[in-house]
C-alpha cells in the first residue's frame, strides 16, 4: 500500500494548518501500519510529493507569481507532472520495493533538500 502524504507534513504553516496537520498524520498511519502488518508480509510506504498535479496549477492562476515563487525554491527549478509522482509510487508497489516497509519518499525536486517550506 501507498499512502500520499506531503512535504508539508513535515512542516507547520499558519495559512495550511489542517492540511499540515492532515499530512503529518499521514505520515503516523503509515508508520502505523507498516509495522502492525508486516509479519504477514504487507508493505506500506508514504510517497511525499510537492507541488504537482492540477491543484497547485489552479492555485497558480489564482495567485499571481506563485507557480514561480514555488519553481525558484525548487533545484530543479520546475513542479512535477504527474507521472513524476505515478512513476515512485508504482516503484513502491512493486516486487522491486520488496524489502521497503514503514518509509516515506519525498518527491519534490530537492526542495526539502535545501529549504524549509
Do not use: W
Amino acid at each position: 500500500m501507498v499512502l500520499i502524504s506531503s512535504i508539508e507534513g513535515f512542516f507547520g504553516s499558519s495559512v495550511l494548518t489542517a492540511y499540515c496537520a492532515s499530512k503529518g498524520g499521514v505520515l503516523g498511519v503509515m508508520r502505523s501500519l507498516a509495522q502492525r502488518f508486516a509479519v504477514e508480509g504487507f508493505r506500506v510506504n508514504a510517497v511525499c510529493p510537492r507541488c504537482g498535479g492540477d491543484a497547485h496549477a489552479r492555485a497558480g492562476v489564482r495567485l499571481p507569481g506563485f507557480r514561480e515563487q514555488i519553481e525558484g525554491r525548487t533545484p530543479l527549478q520546475r513542479i512535477s507532472t504527474p507521472d513524476e509522482i505515478a512513476r515512485p509510487i508504482r516503484f513502491l508497489l512493486s516486487s522491486e520495493a520488496s524489502f521497503i516497509t514503514g518509509a516515506h519518499l519525498t518527491v519534490d525536486g530537492g526542495m526539502t533538500a535545501v529549504t524549509a517550506i
